[in-house]
């Protein structure tokens, strides 16, 4: 099997632009979290959200209805490409995912119409969840396959570790891989009808949690065979080693209590990366904050790493960007790549007090320093009880 190399990555969020920014995030500790209205001060509002913030798309959600996500994935790949070297035409496949695309400006449009309103057709133009992707692709000549993956909040993972796949079998030497999600009060009103949204501040894993907050970003990393990597002296940022994937098709919106489908994607991750559970330096979790949520993926990992999770520590960052559904998955890559290159444990913001019930989880409110961090496994779990796992290794430069 080829070595699958990360040689450059983009990411915007809530937190601003670029790597460097979320590094600063991560380090101080700082949440991109503000309240919102969505909804002429009717409840759910005010609502705490990660928007991304105007300074960085220079439009708002409104303004921006019908190429949100357009705007979103374009500054990730343009970040990526730049990040590794590589201009436009850009000779690669490309494989993306999301849940919404561009739905906000689709709800405009038909909301236009049933308030007999005159509704400009330029709202749906890119209305399709493929269709910010077939916009890069032409912007960047972006000249290889095109994927978009749709599998709700695990999308990203399902997408990066495809890419991991074509390019780990020599189908493929370079893609560009990630997430991109455009933040759409559709969503905001949905997971609040879910009971889902937090009135506070979200708390993974702490004993007083009680949901998530929506968020919106892309992240978009360049995956390259070594090979590949090597003709043009291109350097690895961070090797992806292990994929895995599972359904446990327990309820429509919640995961299995004991983590049944995370516990064999997570298995197949180590399988394929050559791991044992002792040899996981940080494992940044999915985290929503939710409570069925955070049970199912400790038991998962209680059931993995047993003894080994009293000295394996876990994060949560979703409580510095919100919950980035279809994108979450790939700003999970990219912080946990951050953490390897920075040796850093990022902070799980506002956990005050752990869950009881999460014994022998080790989780900080505060970023910690660590002497070593080569492997970070990644995890995220989607509606309809999809789950993914993907490994992430240090690379010598």
Known sequence: MNEVWITGTGIVSALGSDLDTHYSALAESRTGLTRQSFFNGNPPDPCICGVVPPDVLECSIEESASNRANLLLELAIEQSLQNAGLCAPADADIIAGTTLGNMHGGTRYYQNLRENKDSDIALVKYFLPCAPVAYVSKKYGITGKRLTVASACGSASAAIGHAFHMIGSGESQRIIAGGFEALSPFVVAGFNSLQLVSKRESKPFDKDRDGLHPGEGAAMLIIESKEAALKRNAKPLAK?????????????????????????????????????????????????????????????????????????????????????????????????????????????????????????????NTPQKAVNIQTVLSTSLGFGGEAFALIITGADE
């Open 240 to 364: 992806i080693t292990g994929f895995g994937d599972a359904l446990d098709a327990f309820h429509h919106t919640r995961a299995h209590p004991e983590g049944e489908g995370l516990i064999t994607a997570i298995n197949k991750a180590l399988r394929t990366a050559n791991l044992s559970p002792k040899e996981i330096d940080l494992v940044h979790l999915h985290g929503t904050g939710t409570i069925v949520n955070d049970i199912s993926e400790y038991n998962s990992l209680n059931k993995i790493f047993n003894n080994y999770l009293k000295s394996t520590p876990v994060c949560s960052t979703k409580p510095m960007t919100g919950h980035t559904f279809g994108a979450s998955g790939a700003l999970n890559i990219v912080f946990s790549l951050l953490s390897i290159r920075q040796n850093l444990i990022p902070a799980t913001l506002f956990h005050e007090n752990i869950d009881p019930d999460f014994k022998g989880m080790i989780i900080y």
